[in-house]
T-cell receptor, first 111, second 119 residues
Framework: GQQLNQSPQSMFIQEGEDVSMNCTSSSIFNTWLWYKQDPGEGPVLLIALYKAGELTSNGRLTAQFGITRKDSFLNISASIPSDVGIYFCAGNTGANSKLTFGKGITLSVRP | GAVVSQHPSWVICKSGTSVKIECRSLDFQATTMFWYRQFPKQSLMLMATSNEGSKATYEQGVEKDKFLINHASLTLSTLTVTSAHPEDSSFYIC???????????????FGPGTRLTVL
């Protein structure tokens, strides 16, 4: 089946630093999504990408839909303590709207 | 964004009992809802697609007789874990699909999850 690859499993950064996360796939996705999940909560959508090459920002977050349709990255600039959480990428291939999730990256921010 | 609620937020039950989890879309009608399961430190795994007025579609390896799904209205889907066992203990998350004019722009809004612990 389709898989989305996210690594490393955990990232540790200093408050104020920028961080970049990648998500790759062996197959093509038509929509890429980035979610953040806090402990004991459901995922919350951060950014949605709909076109290959698209670059979209949401505050301190920037994400890009790779030209090959097989990858995406998320950048967080000037990190703050509340950025702590698990970041998932997800992809959608078509009309049934089913999402495939990556394994997630746990981000820790040291004050 | 839209609001999706789940009830209960957590439940503890004895092995062999059944547990019902509700998923409600509070500010839009959802013909389609999804049920996911998430084990600790793992990703969300899709269990089934819940379709209003018709049978749910289950992912490979998910027992439909064990995880009963009912989508009786455009704002409510329920997941019943029948004859629960300790290995069913997990975090169950639903999402409601808000449709737009273009299928690829349909958006899933997630509930806060239900923590099930089976003793």
């Amino acid at each position: 089946g389709q898989q989305l690859n996210q690594s490393p499993q955990s990232m540790f950064i200093q408050e104020g630093e920028d961080v970049s996360m990648n998500c790759t796939s062996s197959s093509i996705f038509n929509t890429w999504l980035w979610y953040k999940q806090d402990p004991g909560e459901g995922p919350v959508l951060l950014i949605a990408l709909y076109k290959a090459g698209e670059l979209t920002s949401n505050g301190r977050l920037t994400a890009q839909f790779g030209i090959t349709r097989k990858d995406s990255f998320l950048n967080i600039s000037a990190s703050i303590p509340s950025d702590v959480g698990i970041y998932f990428c997800a992809g959608n291939t078509g009309a049934n709207s089913k999402l495939t999730f990556g394994k997630g990256i746990t981000l820790s921010v040291r004050p | 964004g839209a609001v999706v609620s789940q009830h209960p937020s957590w439940v503890i039950c004895k092995s062999g009992t059944s547990v019902k989890i509700e998923c409600r879309s509070l500010d839009f009608q959802a013909t389609t809802m999804f049920w996911y399961r998430q084990f600790p430190k793992q990703s969300l795994m899709l269990m089934a697609t819940s379709n209003e007025g018709s049978k749910a579609t289950y992912e490979q390896g998910v027992e439909k007789d064990k995880f009963l799904i009912n989508h009786a209205s455009l704002t409510l889907s329920t997941l019943t874990v029948t004859s629960a066992h300790p290995e069913d203990s997990s975090f169950y998350i639903c999402s409601a699909l808000r449709t737009s004019g273009r299928a690829l722009r349909n958006e899933q809004f997630f509930g806060p999850g239900t923590r099930l612990t089976v003793l």
